[in-house]
């Protein structure tokens, strides 16, 4: 266990529909960060918070979202969403004091049909 | 931003051969370089990783190197055990503790026994 906790671990949804993720940081961990996988993509960011501000954006589309809320939990909403939405979104966070790469929690592989 | 290219894409070897990876970067500015790696199904665990103020380090079996001037890093992994047999990502970030990292696109290692 990374201490990461992602859920949910599976979802199945429709195209046009809507769905929310949700990522609980370390303990401790200040930041929060949303990478999408696919099988040909690798690991691309999407959003990035610290503390409960936005602090950087990748390639997110307008049709997602992101907010990290006061416990410090976040949330990844992704909305109208298509056939290649479908990948394993993984969030990760870190301390912004040791320097040290992201630890990752174990993902929400979202599937739309 | 940053860029990441990540060779090979596939690396197969026999068990106990050595196995490299190498990626280049695009900003300068980068000076923080961490190593993932991947199991089916799992989500990414750092492995090991380099500051641009130091040009080698070494952890049991696994090392980096790094050369700045080249832009250019690398994962050396000897005397492979099919263990080892997993999906390795490189990334590079612009220093401190919540700086984005940017994702090599991957390299598949297969260790046969």
């Known amino acids: 266990d990374s201490g990461v906790t992602q859920t949910p671990k599976h979802l199945i949804t429709a195209t046009g529909q809507r769905v929310t993720l949700r990522c609980s940081p370390r303990s401790g961990d200040l930041s929060v960060y949303w990478y999408q996988q696919s099988l040909d993509q690798g690991l691309q960011f999407l959003i990035q918070?610290?503390?409960?501000?936005?602090?950087a954006k990748g390639n997110i589309l307008e049709r997602f979202s992101a907010q990290q809320f006061p416990d410090l939990h976040s949330e990844l909403n992704l909305s109208s969403l298509e056939l290649g939405d479908s990948a394993l979104y993984f969030c990760?966070?870190?301390?912004?004091?040791?320097?040290?790469?992201?630890?990752f929690g174990s993902g929400t592989r979202l599937t739309v049909v | 931003g940053e860029n990441v290219e990540q060779h090979p894409s596939t690396l197969s070897v026999q068990e106990g051969d050595s196995a490299v990876i190498k990626c280049t970067y695009s900003?300068?500015?980068?000076?923080?370089f961490p190593w993932y790696k991947q199991e089916l199904g799992k989500r990414p665990q750092l492995i090991i990783d380099?500051?641009?103020?130091?040009g080698e380090k070494k952890d049991q079996r696994i090392a980096v190197t790094l050369n700045k001037t080249a832009k250019h890093f690398s994962l050396h992994i000897t005397e492979t055990q099919p263990e080892d047999s997993a999906v390795y990502f490189c990334?590079?970030?612009?220093?401190?503790?919540?700086?984005?990292?940017?994702f090599g696109k991957g390299t598949m290692l297969l260790v046969s026994p």
């Open positions: 990760a966070s870190s301390v912004a004091s040791t320097g040290k790469g992201y630890t």
């Open positions: 918070y610290y503390n409960g501000e936005e602090r």
């Open positions: 900003d300068s500015a980068s000076n923080y």
């Open positions: 990334a590079a970030s612009i220093g401190g503790g919540y700086s984005t990292l940017t």
């Open positions: 380099i500051r641009s103020n130091v």
